[in-house]
């Protein structure tokens, strides 16, 4: 499957079946997770939480801010709550796109470095429906 996707088919799918919803994210090679108005995760496809070396029930159980990630920026400093481009989404209802973000994976002893695309999906009051996702592992960029 293509990894461009389109942000209004994909909350249609996810408000309507979420059984469609799951077979559009399935296969893609990118992450995707559905995060509610708290940042906790509602939704998301095997390549997020594989990128991120979980399971399923561990990625759902952690909220995006949890401190277990130990994310960096480039230049090593840690993210701030309001770095996250989920929490800049609930606040600031744009679109984040393109911030590069370092997870240590301590399950895996490694670090991985992902491209983290956020969406926000409003509710017809203008607030924060859902926030989409997209992680995309850019180590070998990030490392070369």
């Not at 496809?45 to 960096?72: C, H, R, V």
Request: charged share 25%.
């Amino acid at each position: 499957m293509s990894a461009h996707l389109d942000i209004d088919e994909l909350n249609k799918a996810f408000s309507e079946n979420e059984e469609v919803f799951h077979k559009l994210i399935k296969d893609l090679d990118l992450g995707v997770g559905v995060y509610n108005a708290n940042a906790t995760p509602v939704a998301c496809n095997k390549s997020a939480y594989e990128l991120l070396g979980l399971s399923k029930e561990q990625f759902m159980g952690n909220s995006a801010m949890d401190p277990y990630w130990k994310i960096t920026h480039r230049d090593g400093s840690k993210f701030e709550t309001y770095d996250f481009p989920i929490i800049d989404v609930i606040t600031n209802y744009k679109p984040k796109l393109g911030v590069i973000m370092g997870v240590s994976r301590p399950l895996l002893n490694d670090k991985v470095w992902l491209e983290v695309n956020a969406h926000p999906i409003k509710n017809s009051d203008g607030t924060i429906k859902r926030v989409f996702c997209t992680y995309k592992n850019v180590t070998n960029i990030i490392e070369s």
